[in-house]
């Protein structure tokens, strides 16, 4: 794909991009601060592939929207709609309900599933659909056990099929659940007690207490949750191109490979990023609609309902359900598929891939976290409006499938490459390179860095920055004694977050990689494809494996939960 043909419209957008002087081509903002500067140009780099796809909406396709219009397109709408609303509501429902268990009731292992709730999200959806292919197929131990019992052969009884958009769905819920669980425990956590003891002394019942007091004052951030559950359902490449449920990533992905039409495939991308934009708008204006405030500041030991016999037992199995699907059978069936294959990938190639993930993900953390410090100090250091929007435009890249977001790198890039071909340069100099993937981590994962090097600079009081500088601190100084010190642990996690992201990445990987360059999550999605589901256990385990330590360090940060509880 890397001699394709930049869109014209492309060319002209970057060319005007690159020669503007004054931030926004002439349109009258103030003179900007250096800082400011530094979160403008920030924000242009990472959010330009995103929109740079956008401009690709009137280029010539020779005809072949008109045809994916007419045959592939409606397919793609309606699985996508389909699959949202289906993983949407499925991660409500669970995240929901189990938040609501292990917060407001007390029942046998309640504290052990507090965090283990958590675990699915250290399972890559594509790796959790091989595990429950190998489970649920005609071959595998479920089916076969059943035969066996009952004595019945194919065609003799009904079981559902895995490879379908049901099926997709069963397993983007059992993955994704985790954001309305992590968001909606937190809101409940945070409820003032008063206003649940009022309720119980209004006649209310654990029901419509929960229905009129509690739900009310989640509702936020449970909808924060289904957003983010929803923009991975629409990122999400690996398992429904396993499952082959044509959705717009696949349709993406198949026209891109297939026709190498960047037109037409600019065009799909367009119309998903589109679709993303309106989810996140409707997200905003769902949140914006109505506010939700405690009347006092005085909070008191949560009241709790402790659950015995039957009733524990129902709430044991509600919350123990989800752990076992979304991270117990996945990791067993990995541990079995391991332990009974005949012929593992050769350990010169293991380690190969192994260092190749790890080299990225390190890469990508030198390059993502260090720019997320300085877009966040700018942010700080500047006092105009520009350089605080500009770091929020910086953040789009997460909401952007990966899939996006490599088209975007390559129209981007290939207008970079032709001006360094002007100059004498020989070659597609960053199309295809290490350079090429690192760009791409930084657009999708940039946000995910940024959140937490935010929160480091929030907690940096003023007052201590200003006896700082009283104290004779320049700014060298103050970044050396002050800020560094006190931003360790959000660099920190910061840097793990980026890491174990890009190890499990697969779209823009897939696309973007350098010839002969492989990772372990490029290599369990091409040995699964193949069928050989037995030899990808072994990439795909070490993926979960190291997915476990961002999980286990937000089960620690939760963990703290309220004072008092």
Request: proline share 5%; aromatic share 10%; with cysteine.
């Given at each position: ?26 349109l009258?903002?103030g ?19 995103v ?5 690709g909406?009137g280029?010539?396709?020779?005809g ?7 045959t ?17 509501g ?23 599933l ?74 409940f956590?945070?409820?003032?007690a ?40 629409l ?57 939700v ?15 015995s ?16 699907i ?14 009974d ?26 390059v993502v ?26 953040t ?38 290490i ?57 920190l ?14 779209p ?58």
């Open positions: 794909m890397t001699d394709a043909t930049v869109p014209p419209v492309a060319s002209r957008m970057l060319s005007r991009l690159m020669a503007l002087g004054r931030y926004g081509g002439g009258r903002v003179t900007l601060t250096g800082a400011s500067w530094v979160a403008v140009g920030a924000a242009v780099m990472i959010a330009l592939p929109l740079v796809v956008l401009t909406i280029a010539d396709t020779d072949l929207w008109a045809h994916l219009a007419a592939m397109l409606p397919t793609a709408i309606l699985n996508t709609a389909a699959l949202v609303l289906l993983v949407g499925g991660a409500l429902l669970v995240g929901t309900t189990t938040a609501w268990l292990v917060t407001m009731t007390r029942f046998p292992g309640r504290r052990i507090e965090w283990a709730l958590l675990l699915p999200l250290a399972v890559p959806a594509y790796v959790m659909a091989y595990t429950y292919t190998d489970l649920l197929q005609f071959a595998g131990p479920v089916q076969s056990s059943l035969r066996a019992w009952f004595g019945w052969r194919r065609g003799d009884y009904w079981f559902p099929d895995i490879y379908s958009l049901p099926g997709a769905a069963f397993v983007l819920t059992f993955v994704l659940y985790p954001y309305v669980y992590a968001l909606g425990r937190a809101a956590l945070a409820q003032n008063c206003a649940l003891e009022v309720a119980r002394t209004l006649g209310y019942g654990p029901w419509r207490m929960v229905t009129r007091v509690a739900l009310p004052l989640a509702r936020p951030a449970l909808v924060a949750g289904v957003g983010f559950v929803v923009m991975e359902t990122a999400d490449f690996g398992a429904v191109r396993f499952f082959e449920v044509q959705t717009f990533t696949t349709a993406i992905y198949a026209t891109w490979t297939a026709s190498g039409n960047l037109g037409a495939t600019s065009q799909l991308a367009a119309c998903l990023l589109v679709a993303v934009g309106l989810l996140l708008a409707c997200e905003r204006a769902s949140r914006g609609g109505g506010r405030t405690h009347a006092t500041q005085r909070y008191s030991r949560l009241p709790t309902t402790r659950l016999g039957l009733w524990g037992l129902t709430a044991l199995v509600l919350c123990a359900l989800p752990v076992l979304g991270f117990l059978l996945p990791s067993f069936v990995l541990i079995g598929l391991l332990r294959a005949e012929q593992w990938t050769p350990w010169p190639r293991f380690w190969t891939l192994v260092f190749n993930t790890v080299l990225v993900g390190l890469l990508a953390a030198l976290v260090p720019l997320a410090v300085a877009v966040a100090a700018a942010s700080r250091a500047a006092k105009q409006p520009v350089a605080r929007a500009a770091a929020k435009l910086a789009l890249g997460y909401a952007t499938p990966g899939v996006v977001i490599a088209l975007g790198v390559v129209v981007t890039l290939g207008v970079a490459d032709q001006a360094l071909g002007a100059l004498g340069a020989e070659g597609l100099v960053l199309s295809g390179s350079a090429a993937l690192m760009y791409a981590y930084l657009v999708r994962f940039y946000a995910v860095a940024a959140e937490p090097v935010t929160s480091g600079f929030a907690s940096i009081r003023p007052s201590i920055e200003g006896a700082a500088r009283v104290l004779g601190a320049g700014s060298r100084r103050l970044w050396l004694t002050v800020h560094l010190p006190l931003l360790r642990p959000a660099v996690t910061a840097a793990l977050l980026v890491l174990v992201d890009v190890m499990k990445e697969l823009a990987t897939l696309l973007l990689r350098p010839f002969n360059f492989d990772t372990l999550a490029v290599e369990a999605f091409q040995l699964a494809r193949t069928e050989r589901l037995d030899e990808a256990a072994l990439p795909a385990l070490v993926i979960v494996v190291t997915g476990l330590l961002p999980v286990i360090l937000l089960a620690r940060m939760s963990g703290r939960g309220r004072a008092g509880r």
